[in-house]
Protein backbone atom coordinates (compact mmCIF):
# COMPACT_ATOMS: atom_id res chain seq x y z
CA UNK A 1 0.00 0.00 0.00
CA UNK A 2 3.04 2.73 0.47
CA UNK A 3 4.39 2.10 -2.92
CA UNK A 4 0.70 2.66 -4.06
CA UNK A 5 0.33 5.99 -1.99
CA UNK A 6 3.96 6.80 -2.63
CA UNK A 7 3.54 6.43 -6.61
CA UNK A 8 -0.10 8.52 -6.79
CA UNK A 9 1.56 11.22 -4.88
CA UNK A 10 4.22 11.50 -7.18
CA UNK A 11 2.07 11.54 -10.03
CA UNK A 12 0.06 14.02 -8.62
CA UNK A 13 2.76 16.46 -7.73
CA UNK A 14 4.07 15.73 -11.54
CA UNK A 15 1.30 16.42 -12.68
CA UNK A 16 0.53 20.05 -11.17
CA UNK A 17 3.96 21.09 -10.96
CA UNK A 18 4.64 20.06 -14.37
CA UNK A 19 1.64 21.49 -15.40
CA UNK A 20 2.84 25.24 -13.86
CA UNK A 21 6.09 24.71 -15.56
CA UNK A 22 4.79 23.68 -18.91
CA UNK A 23 2.87 26.51 -19.13
CA UNK A 24 4.73 29.31 -17.52
CA UNK A 25 7.95 28.79 -19.06
CA UNK A 26 7.00 26.67 -22.60
CA UNK A 27 3.83 27.84 -23.14
CA UNK A 28 3.76 31.37 -22.25
CA UNK A 29 6.40 32.47 -24.27
CA UNK A 30 5.52 30.80 -27.40
CA UNK A 31 1.95 32.15 -27.14
CA UNK A 32 3.01 35.69 -27.32
CA UNK A 33 3.46 35.04 -30.74
CA UNK A 34 -0.09 34.40 -31.26
CA UNK A 35 -1.87 37.92 -32.88
CA UNK A 36 -4.44 38.94 -32.55
CA UNK A 37 -3.94 39.70 -28.63
CA UNK A 38 -7.92 37.71 -28.43
CA UNK A 39 -7.10 34.71 -29.54
CA UNK A 40 -4.52 34.41 -27.29
CA UNK A 41 -6.66 34.74 -24.62
CA UNK A 42 -8.95 32.15 -26.09
CA UNK A 43 -6.17 29.80 -26.18
CA UNK A 44 -5.10 29.97 -22.16
CA UNK A 45 -8.68 29.92 -21.41
CA UNK A 46 -8.78 26.83 -23.55
CA UNK A 47 -5.72 25.55 -21.67
CA UNK A 48 -6.60 26.30 -18.51
CA UNK A 49 -9.94 24.65 -18.84
CA UNK A 50 -8.42 21.56 -19.60
CA UNK A 51 -5.61 22.12 -16.99
CA UNK A 52 -7.63 22.83 -13.83
CA UNK A 53 -9.60 19.30 -13.77
CA UNK A 54 -6.00 17.91 -13.46
CA UNK A 55 -4.88 20.43 -10.83
CA UNK A 56 -8.03 19.93 -8.64
CA UNK A 57 -7.85 15.83 -8.90
CA UNK A 58 -3.76 16.59 -7.82
CA UNK A 59 -5.04 18.92 -5.19
CA UNK A 60 -7.39 15.77 -3.42
CA UNK A 61 -4.78 13.26 -4.16
CA UNK A 62 -1.87 14.90 -2.25
CA UNK A 63 -3.14 15.54 0.89
CA UNK A 64 -5.16 12.07 0.84
CA UNK A 65 -2.37 10.29 -0.01
CA UNK A 66 0.37 12.31 2.26
CA UNK A 67 -1.45 12.03 5.05
CA UNK A 68 -2.33 8.41 4.48
CA UNK A 69 1.49 8.12 4.52
CA UNK A 70 1.85 10.22 7.30
CA UNK A 71 0.13 8.21 9.79
CA UNK A 72 -0.17 4.50 8.15
CA UNK A 73 3.68 4.15 7.79
CA UNK A 74 5.51 6.54 10.17
CA UNK A 75 2.53 6.56 12.88
CA UNK A 76 1.09 10.50 13.20
CA UNK A 77 3.28 13.76 12.97
CA UNK A 78 5.46 12.98 15.24
CA UNK A 79 6.98 10.34 13.78
CA UNK A 80 8.06 12.55 10.53
CA UNK A 81 11.03 14.72 10.01
CA UNK A 82 11.11 18.35 9.48
CA UNK A 83 11.46 17.77 5.63
CA UNK A 84 7.91 16.44 5.84
CA UNK A 85 6.64 19.15 7.61
CA UNK A 86 7.95 21.96 5.53
CA UNK A 87 6.54 20.07 2.12
CA UNK A 88 3.39 19.75 4.26
CA UNK A 89 2.94 23.29 4.91
CA UNK A 90 4.13 24.48 1.71
CA UNK A 91 1.46 22.27 -0.02
CA UNK A 92 -0.95 24.12 1.84
CA UNK A 93 0.21 27.63 0.50
CA UNK A 94 0.00 26.05 -2.52
CA UNK A 95 -4.02 24.65 -2.14
CA UNK A 96 -4.82 28.15 -1.02
CA UNK A 97 -3.58 29.89 -3.56
CA UNK A 98 -4.86 27.49 -6.37
CA UNK A 99 -8.21 28.34 -4.91
CA UNK A 100 -7.76 31.67 -4.94
CA UNK A 101 -6.43 31.52 -8.60
CA UNK A 102 -9.49 29.29 -9.58
CA UNK A 103 -11.92 31.16 -7.35
CA UNK A 104 -11.24 34.95 -7.93
CA UNK A 105 -8.32 35.35 -10.56
CA UNK A 106 -9.63 32.44 -13.21
CA UNK A 107 -13.23 33.68 -12.76
CA UNK A 108 -12.52 37.19 -13.88
CA UNK A 109 -10.32 36.01 -16.52
CA UNK A 110 -12.63 33.20 -18.33
CA UNK A 111 -15.75 35.71 -17.87
CA UNK A 112 -13.74 38.34 -19.28
CA UNK A 113 -12.75 36.27 -22.41
CA UNK A 114 -16.47 34.94 -22.31
CA UNK A 115 -17.84 38.61 -22.62
CA UNK A 116 -14.77 39.55 -25.32
CA UNK A 117 -14.09 42.37 -22.54
CA UNK A 118 -10.83 43.03 -23.63
CA UNK A 119 -9.94 45.96 -20.76
CA UNK A 120 -11.00 43.02 -18.58
CA UNK A 121 -8.68 40.63 -20.05
CA UNK A 122 -5.31 41.71 -19.96
CA UNK A 123 -5.24 42.42 -15.94
CA UNK A 124 -7.20 39.30 -15.57
CA UNK A 125 -4.76 37.28 -17.20
CA UNK A 126 -1.24 39.07 -15.19
CA UNK A 127 -2.60 37.86 -12.37
CA UNK A 128 -3.32 34.36 -13.30
CA UNK A 129 0.26 34.37 -14.21
CA UNK A 130 1.42 35.74 -11.07
CA UNK A 131 -0.63 33.13 -9.07
CA UNK A 132 1.14 30.43 -11.13
CA UNK A 133 4.40 32.13 -11.11
CA UNK A 134 4.29 32.16 -7.11
CA UNK A 135 2.65 28.47 -7.24
CA UNK A 136 5.37 26.75 -9.45
CA UNK A 137 8.34 28.36 -7.21
CA UNK A 138 6.44 26.85 -4.42
CA UNK A 139 5.73 24.01 -6.01
CA UNK A 140 9.67 23.41 -7.20
CA UNK A 141 10.84 23.70 -3.32
CA UNK A 142 8.32 21.18 -2.30
CA UNK A 143 9.26 19.12 -4.71
CA UNK A 144 12.89 19.21 -4.20
CA UNK A 145 12.44 18.48 -0.61
CA UNK A 146 10.49 15.67 -1.36
CA UNK A 147 13.43 14.21 -3.46
CA UNK A 148 16.09 15.55 -1.35
CA UNK A 149 14.36 15.61 2.63
CA UNK A 150 15.11 11.89 3.87
CA UNK A 151 19.02 13.04 3.47
CA UNK A 152 18.73 16.04 5.66
CA UNK A 153 21.07 16.54 8.49
Given at each position: MTALLLALHALAATVW????FFAYVVLRPSVGAIEPAPE???LWR??????FPWVW???FI???TGYA???GQFGGMAGVDLSVHVMQGLGWVMFLLFGHLY???WRR??????AGDAQAIAPALAKVRRIVAVNLALGLVVVAIGASGRYWP
Amino acid sequence: MTALLLALHALAATVWVGGMFFAYVVLRPSVGAIEPAPERARLWRRVFARFFPWVWASVFILPVTGYALVFGQFGGMAGVDLSVHVMQGLGWVMFLLFGHLYFAAWRRFSHAVDAGDAQAIAPALAKVRRIVAVNLALGLVVVAIGASGRYWP
